[in-house]
């Protein structure tokens, strides 16, 4: 009876339903349809265990820090750095946009708000230098998901919540992906710079180094404070995302004063997504005790083991699992439906908990920029003007790096777990 809830789920989007709702209405017209009704009394309880979690605490406050820094002018100041360190190289504006995305994502934690940010400033600039519109929109889109792999990372977060998964070794385990992710996209613009003769930013444009470095400052000492305080010990991440606030206050009225619009806008854009993800959680904790009642997850792991998958068969094939869903799904979404079932099944094949978090969420992330719904890539559309589907084609060779890079972190767990295991942070 357990497909009832697809069906039900289909005729409630149908309806216009918001997908919380969905997902929560269709699990409990399952409950009573399949004769379970009598469970429905531990639902409350069931729903407030999910989302009565302290790591959860860091969400909302990461969010915060993040959109007071998008409202202070700190993408400025990323951008003159890079060109400071990198902008003279062959096709220096492609190489700034992702070192810029790399700054930026140790700010934000957010694919969405970096190609936001990225598409207001540095696509009009490659256009002026001669770089096509839907070149500049892809590397912009595709250099965007750098933003939830480094901390601080909404959706590691998340994760490290849905799986009871430390948040602080998730976090040091990002680095590294998130680094290998840039090199990637590094390579792939300088073999379009060097076929396409992509220009290089002469040396009287660029700003001097130094200047550059100490005006950034107040927007890197953010990062650096995240994860140095978490790497310490001095911190929780949750304590972490609070001082992240102070911080980002701070350096967003060293770039530019917020306005009394400006500080209600963050909190109200602030309220409104963390309310969002706490309302899919609150209707995933209802799937969950169905999934539970009905042995989803014991069915799956006899499945895998009935088709002889093995460990890499099976990492494989959820990896195919999530890059589907991440194109057709918002990122908070698939966790939270595809995590519960597939990854306790993962973890019984020997995975390990922080590895499978860096591997899912960057799978994921890949369906941000993938046809036929990429969020980045309806961001960078929309903001930028380029046609949708010209900007799909033209960030195919990106999406190809990034398979192939989520391939070797498959493959290589110790590129995940090197990090956090010399810090002490994870066994």
């Not at 429905?40 to 989302?51: D, H, R």
Request: hydrophobic share 60%; proline share 6%; aromatic share 8%.
């Amino acid at each position: 009876m357990i497909w009832l809830i697809p069906s039900f789920a289909i005729a409630l989007l149908a309806s216009g339903l918001a997908l919380a709702y969905v997902i929560g209405g269709s699990a409990v017209l399952t409950f009573v349809l399949t004769d379970n009704t009598r469970y429905l009394a531990v639902l409350p309880q069931k729903v407030f265990s999910q989302i009565s979690i302290f790591s959860l605490l860091a969400m909302p406050l990461f969010i915060l820090a993040g959109e007071l820094m998008n409202r202070g002018g700190v993408t400025k100041s990323l951008i003159d750095l890079s060109m400071a360190l990198i902008g003279r190289l062959r096709g220096g504006l492609g190489h700034v946009n992702i070192m810029t995305s790399v700054f930026f994502g140790g700010i934000s934690g957010s694919a969405v708000a970096d190609a936001a940010a990225l598409s207001n400033t540095l696509v009009p600039a490659m256009r002026e230098r001669g770089y096509t519109s839907e070149y500049a929109g892809a590397i912009t889109a595709a250099s965007s998901i750098i933003g939830p792999i480094v901390p601080p990372s909404i959706i590691l977060i998340f994760y490290g919540a849905l799986m009871q998964t430390s948040v602080a070794a998730l976090f040091v385990a990002g680095i590294l992906p998130g680094l290998l992710l840039a090199g990637a996209l590094f390579v792939v613009n300088g073999w379009y710079a060097w076929r396409e003769d992509h220009p290089r930013v002469e040396k009287g444009e660029a700003p001097p180094l130094l200047p550059a470095i100490l005006a950034a400052l107040p927007a890197l000492c953010l990062p650096l404070i995240i994860v140095g305080g978490i790497v310490l010990g001095w911190m929780t991440p949750t304590e972490a995302a609070a001082v992240a606030v102070i911080a980002a206050a701070v350096a967003a009225f060293f770039y530019s004063p917020l306005t009394r619009e400006d500080i209600w806008e963050s909190f109200s854009r602030t309220a409104v997504l963390t309310g969002s993800i706490f309302m899919i959680l609150c209707a995933v904790a209802a799937f969950g005790h169905l999934a539970a009642l009905e042995r989803i997850p014991q069915a799956i792991a006899a499945l895998v083991d009935s088709l002889g998958l093995g460990p890499v068969g099976f990492l494989i094939t959820m990896n195919l699992i999530f890059i589907l869903a991440g194109m057709i799904m918002d990122v908070p979404v698939a966790l939270a439906l595809l995590v519960p079932l597939l990854a306790p099944v993962a973890l019984a094949h020997g995975a390990d908990p922080v590895h499978l978090g860096i591997v899912i969420c960057f799978n994921l992330c890949i369906g941000l920029v993938s046809p036929p719904l990429g969020g980045c890539l309806l961001i960078v559309s929309t903001v930028t003007g380029v046609n949708y589907w010209k900007l799909a084609r033209a960030v195919i060779p990106f999406i190809i790096a990034e398979i192939i890079v989520l391939g070797i972190l498959v493959f290589t767990p110790e590129i995940s777990l090197w990090l956090p295991r010399t810090l002490g942070l994870w066994k």
